[in-house]
């Protein structure tokens, strides 16, 4: 299983970007996917969650901006992030809890929580 995770680049302050996290592999079906982000100096924090059904979580500092949401037929997850600030600038990471075979067409007996490599995101003031 592997996440890949795009969109990320420079902006301005007030400017939009939208992320993108594509799950492939042998994959059945993904439940929670997530999108957390990294600071410079600073620990990585939940930026956002949605689950199958598409209930979301957001954290305080991001609700109102971004937008979570997802597509379960090729298990792909987006950020669509408005309004950003200078302190949104780090690297953003996507997850997700994955429903998997072991080979191609076989049983769907693993789970894992998988991450994507992280896309960098500056905003500038």
């Known amino acids: 299983v592997q996440l890949q995770a795009s969109g990320g680049g420079s902006v301005q302050a007030g400017g939009s970007l939208r992320l993108s996290c594509a799950a492939s592999?042998?994959?059945?079906?993904?439940?929670?996917m997530g999108w957390y982000r990294q600071a410079p100096g600073k620990q990585r924090e939940l930026v956002a969650t949605?689950?199958?059904?598409?209930?979301?979580n957001y954290a305080d500092s991001v609700k109102g901006r971004f937008i979570i949401s997802r597509n379960n037929a090729d298990n792909t997850a987006y950020l669509q992030m408005s309004s950003l600030l200078p302190e949104d600038t780090a690297v953003y990471y996507c997850?997700?809890?994955?429903?998997?075979?072991?080979?191609?067409?076989?049983?769907?007996?693993?789970?894992?929580?998988?991450w994507g490599q992280g896309t960098l995101v500056t905003v500038s003031s």
């Open positions: 592999g042998n994959i059945f079906s993904t439940n929670d």
């Open positions: 997850n997700a809890d994955v429903i998997y075979s072991k080979r191609p067409g076989g049983p769907p007996t693993q789970t894992g929580i998988y």
């Open positions: 949605i689950t199958r059904q598409g209930i979301t």
